[in-house]
């Protein structure tokens, strides 16, 4: 899930001035009787963009006018260190009774204890309405081998690709749509046939490498991991995770139908050049969308096409989450607000809002999430091939993500070291790192 630059310490300023407020410890400490005080509830939001956090203020609004006796003060946090944020809050007994953050996080805090375990807590409504892959990405251990859900998925990623019209329609290839989208062979195909001249098929920009090449492995059921019978967690790099990895390397180096240039770029870098003509497509996460309607020149036309097929459709994905903080005076409470913040109709403000798919099936078929208009058909359509990524559930995956995973998938994309090499060192020394977190 993205993690977007903002000022981290006006974010904390917030967060402990609302907190002490009220918090998890708001004044009152029972549900408001007939001319009492309110129940005070704090909702830490982590939205960011324009769109996202108006659409999270108009819910708030509307909760707080229908329910004067459950009052929510919207706190507006940030994803930079907000969890290192959340650590000092739930430490000091001031954690927010709502909170939003993404499923990555919530294990370590599910297992300290700091998260209310909503499993048989939750509206038959909204547990119905989300598909069980969604749940399975908050789904987590306790610390005690209890498996509790503690969040609720309403916003995910898939990756797509993003494509210039004008040059598909040049080329006469195929355009795939979601029910016969290209197969990961049909792509070499066609992005060779779009390789003339300085201009390129397609940019890989691989600055952060890792989630978006194991997400992309499950379409060969890579998954990188692996659990024994004793419950030990090692990493695996076998034929199926290395499908994708030499796939795009083949395009780099072998078809060079791939700029290397573009491999030390950021998602959106790529995207004047795209528009220039110099790149034709661009594998990406749905919400870059927005950032094509927002800049692309007058006259620019693109398409939004569906994820690749290899043996399967499937891709890992992560969840952003609201969760109701362990040490909440009105877990009750925060759980109704929290209800009615994800239901259908506020899904789909809160997905147009940030460009991502709604985890909510009733949100899914509102007419705003399917219409053809900036491909919003293709990317709501690809949320039926998500499932929870393999890495959600390993220990110490983080560390393995910045110390090993890293460094050498960039190495191997600039074609630094062999494939072999690449899985020698994924495997080896991450197992070393997995070690640590194992006993």
């Known amino acids: 899930m993205r993690i977007k ?30 001319g009492g005080e309110p129940v005070k509830l704090n909702f830490l939001s982590l939205a960011w963009q324009k769109e996202s956090v ?88 306790d610390g005690k081998g209890n498996q509790g859900v503690y969040g609720v998925p309403f916003l995910q990623e898939s990756q797509v690709i993003i494509a210039n019209k004008k040059l598909l329609d040049a080329a006469k290839v195929r355009v795939p749509t979601a029910d016969a989208p290209w ?19 397609v940019a890989w920009p691989m600055k952060s490498p890792v989630n978006k090449t194991l997400n992309l492995a499950l379409n060969f059921n890579g998954t990188f991991f692996q659990t024994g019978a004793d419950g030990k967690t090692t990493v695996k790099v076998g034929p199926e995770e290395k ?66 097929k290899g043996e399967t459709t499937n891709q890992g994905a992560v969840s952003q989450t609201l969760s109701v903080s362990a040490d909440s005076k009105h877990p009750d409470e925060s759980i109704k607000f929290m209800s009615f913040f994800l239901n259908g109709p506020n899904q789909a403000k809160l997905a147009k809002g940030d460009w991502l798919l709604p985890t909510s099936q009733k949100a899914a078929a509102d007419p705003s999430m399917t219409t053809k208009e900036n491909g919003w058909d293709i990317a709501t359509a690809s949320a039926k091939d998500l499932v929870v990524a393999p890495f959600l559930k390993v220990n110490g995956f983080d560390e393995w993500k910045s110390k090993v995973a890293t460094p050498t998938l960039q190495q191997y994309f600039a074609n630094k070291i062999s494939l072999d090499d690449a899985a020698k060192q994924l495997v080896e020394e991450g197992n070393k790192v997995l070690e640590r977190y194992s006993r």
């Not at 630059?5 to 009152?28: E, K, N, P, Y």
């Open 183 to 201: 197969t990961w062979d049909e792509f070499a195909e066609v992005s060779k046939k779009l390789t003339k001249g300085e201009a390129f098929g």
């Open 243 to 308: 499908q994708v990895l030499q796939r795009i390397h083949d395009q780099l180096y072998k078809d060079k139908s791939a700029d290397p240039s573009a491999l030390g770029m950021g998602t959106a870098d790529p995207l004047p050049g795209f528009f220039a003509g110099k790149y034709a497509l661009l594998p990406v996460g749905v919400y870059l969308r927005q950032q094509v309607v927002e800049q692309a020149p007058d006259g620019f036309e693109w398409v939004t096409l569906p994820p690749l």
């Open 5 to 34: 630059s903002a000022l981290a310490a006006a974010a904390i300023v917030a967060m402990a001035a609302a907190c002490g407020s009220g918090g998890g410890g708001g004044d009152a400490a029972e549900p408001a009787k007939s």
């Open 54 to 141: 108006a659409a999270n203020k108009e819910i708030v609004e509307a909760w707080n006018k229908a329910n004067p006796n459950i009052q929510v003060t919207y706190v507006q946090g940030s994803w930079d260190n907000v969890n290192d944020q959340l650590v000092t809050s739930f430490e000091g007994g001031d954690a927010p009774d709502v909170i939003h953050d993404d499923s990555p996080a919530l294990s370590g805090f599910a297992s300290r204890g700091y998260l209310l375990d909503l499993k048989d807590k939750l509206p038959a409504e909204l547990k119905s309405d989300i598909p069980q892959s969604a749940w399975d990405t908050v789904t987590f251990d």
